[in-house]
């Protein structure tokens, strides 16, 4: 079992920085693909970025690529997402999943949802001025 915790998040004026964590409990953590998905406020979650168990592959949705970086410390047991120049477009609940199955690798179908079994709550971003 992976039980995930979210935080970083918050206000922030357009074109700032947030660092989002994701720490992980359980000891299979770092077997996993892990992403982050976002669900913008009236809208569907939407997938954001994945990286692979050992961190040699990563992907992005084209709405953050070269904006977001995903990266994560196994010996943590933590991921992150750093995200720069904010758009208000980026505001909604981040989440941190890991997949169901261990030593996936990453390619384009790591976007859907289906594939990850460990969720956590989420935590808010919001982009304003």
């Known amino acids: 079992q992976v039980q995930l915790v979210e935080s970083g998040g918050g206000l922030v004026q357009p074109g700032g920085s947030l660092r989002l964590s994701c720490a992980a409990s359980?000891?299979?953590?770092?077997?996993?693909?892990t992403g982050w998905f976002r669900q913008p406020p009236g809208k569907e979650r939407e997938f954001v970025a994945v990286?692979?168990?050992?961190?040699?592959?990563?992907y992005y949705s084209d709405s953050v690529k070269g904006r977001f970086t995903i990266s994560r410390d196994n010996a943590k047991n933590t991921a992150y997402l750093q995200m720069n120049n904010l758009r208000p477009e980026d505001t909604g609940t981040y989440y941190c999943?890991?997949?169901?199955?261990?030593?996936?690798?990453?390619?384009?179908?790591?976007?859907?949802?289906?594939?990850?079994?460990?969720w956590g709550q989420g935590t808010q971003v919001t982009v304003s001025s």
């Open positions: 999943t890991a997949a169901v199955n261990r030593y996936t690798q990453v390619a384009s179908s790591s976007t859907a949802s289906s594939l990850y079994g460990y």
């Open positions: 359980g000891s299979t953590f770092g077997t996993r693909t």
């Open positions: 990286i692979s168990y050992n961190s040699l592959s990563t």
